[in-house]
């Protein structure tokens, strides 16, 4: 019998020797910060994106279910409370347990734009670059020995969003028009300014705000104004409006992605927040008439 339960011992011993540590567990609120964790954690941490494929994160609330998942995480990590104001509760539930929490958006938005009203600051890839910073601190602060590994991969992430930045500036500097018409919500401040292009959006900042008929008009005649020749629309929200002002005007109809989320077809194929970048690029070259 003794001869039985040291043997028992030695085999669980052994287990545990070569079962190795145990992943850092991350829980994201939105697909851009699902993507800069994984890229940034790697293997090393099992990453999880609580906003499901296909549900508009501006109007998508947690439930019972989610809320455990993120009580029972070591990291989450949100953009700030104008993009998830349901964080609020949750956190005030949490009391003094639960994980690490990251506000990822915090201390670093542009004077040029409040991120209290505008929380797309993923869509300056600067901005991104710094978000990916904090979470590689956060990660390195929980598991100090991978820290090697999230150092090596955040710095290869910036250097991904650095060269997409090259890609953006050289491709949006030669041309012909500086406004586009987003038949979405108004998710591209950020990346407007950074190139010295000019949104109009249909909506506000949320996309459940009908835009009334007077501001429909207007946007018919700044289209026609500007000769513009391509009106986007959004993939997480209905394009009626933007196929009604598209038919008024006669412009065609393109897809412009915010990447606050992806479809499920997105998320099946694998499709990353960059591929979402590239497409982006190359559809404002055709409407704003690049070289």
Known sequence: MVSALIILSLFILVRMCFAGPKSVSVVTSIFPLYEFSRATAGPSADVYLLVPP?????????????????????????????????????????????????????????????????????????????????????????????????????????????????????????????????????????????????????YGISPDAEPSPRHIVQIIKIVRKNHLKVMYFEDLVN????????????????ALYPAGNVTARQWKEGVTFLDLMKLNLANLKQGLECE
């Open 239 to 254: 394009p009626r409006l933007a196929q009604v002002i598209a038919r008024e005007t006669g412009a065609r109809t393109m």
């Open 54 to 202: 296909g549900a508009e994160p501006h109007l998508w609330e947690p439930k019972p279910s989610d809320i455990k998942r993120i009580r029972e995480a070591d990291l989450f990590v949100f953009m700030g409370h104008a993009m998830e104001p349901w964080v609020s509760d949750i956190l005030r539930s949490l009391g003094g347990g639960g994980p690490m929490v990251l506000e990822a958006s915090r201390g670093i938005d542009s004077p040029a734009e409040n991120s209290a009203m505008d929380p797309h600051l993923w869509l300056d890839f600067s901005m991104s670059a710094r978000m990916v910073g904090r979470i590689e601190s956060a990660l390195v602060t929980l598991d100090p020995a991978s820290g090697a590994v999230y150092r090596k991969n955040a710095a290869g992430y910036r250097e991904e969003l650095r060269k997409m930045d090259g890609l953006f500036r050289t491709g949006l500097s030669g041309c012909s028009k500086k406004t586009f018409v987003f038949g979405g919500h108004s998710a591209f401040g950020y990346l407007a300014r950074r190139y010295g292009l000019k949104q109009i959006p249909v």
